[in-house]
């Protein structure tokens, strides 16, 4: 099975840019990569890759778009060393291991000659642009960059497209016990909600109530003002639990889809809908069903 190539933007410059466009009929490998269709058993993983998350239920969603829809952004590897025809994966592991999961037996790669250093980089940089590392991820990608590497907080502020205030709050989370953490790299807590939580020696307990109770983010902040305050802690809010018709509604979108779909009930008979999406492929895929070119 050949599967299709696509040329967009959906990278970003940043990464466009390190990417550059393949030269045709070159018979050395260009500086800029190379486009090619090879077998997926002749790629493997990297060691250094930021993103070690790959959660079951995100990877089979992405499978199944990629099954429908075919593969439409190259995978970027290099060559791999001891090998003729292997390939060593720079970015594009998640798309890889769903492909793999969607039965595709080759797929298209852009190969480039690149150091360590470089992997790191592109990496991170496709990773971030397309949103699909977690905070803590994230974090520990630019603290490789800095300390293994040598970056400056400019230079790898500059090199991700990102402000530097981003990058420090980013990293400031790596000041947070590793339970707090592993609960930012679940999901159970957001970056925003760790932030308040940073430098507090009650910081797993506090993270805990804030998961408990389902606090957002300015009442966590609340919470942690109040109790640097010493005044008591606010109360928890109550929810609002769902009717059976809203959930059956829920349930109903979610399997028509296969993403996952929340109601929020607003004042009146206004709400919210929110469709949850892992990736630029499913955005693409409610894109199109929204205009009815999916059937």
Known sequence: MVVPMQKNGRLGRGLASLIGDPVQGATRLPPEGEHR?????????????????????????????????GLVQPII?????????????????????????????TVPVVVRDLGEQEVLELAIIENVQRADLNAIEEANGYRDLIEKYGYTQDKVADVIGKSRSHLANILRLLKLPEPVQ????????SAGHARALIGREDAEALAQRIIDERLNVREAEALVQSLDAGGDAPKPRRTREKDADTRAFEKEMSDVLGLKIEIKRGSGESGTLQIKYGNFDQLDYIRMRLLGAVG
């Open 37 to 69: 269709v090879v077998s997926i058993g002749d790629i493997q993983a990297s060691g250094i890759n930021p993103r070690k998350d790959f959660h079951k239920d995100e990877l089979q969603e992405l499978a199944d778009s990629i099954a429908q829809k």
């Open 77 to 105: 590897v290099r060559p791999l060393g001891g090998t003729e025809d292997g390939y060593e994966i720079v970015a594009g592991e998640r798309r890889w291991r769903a492909a793999q999961q969607a039965g595709f037996h």
């Open 182 to 189: 592993k609960m930012v790299q679940d999901g159970r807590l």
